[in-house]
């Protein structure tokens, strides 16, 4: 499975209907699990950034699809980051040499 986390913010859209905001989690949640995915966490953040959500896909086309289905809704812009556990990290380091 392949890490990201990303970035949310609510646009003008998505914070005049907050209160609806767990219940579209809710069904994008269901979504990415249909596609072989699943969200790890769900936080929500004080600062540039409203929301950070670490998810994990089959592959990076899952992540695309699944990002492109939630924000064509409107009511999010996100900022995705691909992510690599510690162990990847540490393969990474070592195959520097």
């Not at 609806?20 to 596609?35: H, I, V």
């Not at 670490?54 to 289905?69: F, I, K, N, S």
Request: glycine content about 6%; charged content about 20%.
């Amino acid at each position: 499975m392949t890490l990201f986390v990303a970035l949310v913010n609510w646009t003008d859209q998505g914070i005049r209907s907050v209160q609806r905001s767990p219940e579209r989690f809710d069904a994008a949640k269901a979504m990415l699990e249909e596609m072989g995915g699943r969200i790890l966490h769900l936080f929500m953040t004080m600062g540039p950034y409203d929301l950070v959500v670490v998810y994990e896909t089959p592959d990076d086309a899952v992540a695309a699809r699944w990002t492109l289905q939630v924000v064509s809704q409107g009511n999010v812009r996100t900022l995705t980051m691909k992510a690599y556990p510690e162990a990847a990290y540490r393969e990474i380091i070592a195959s520097l040499g």
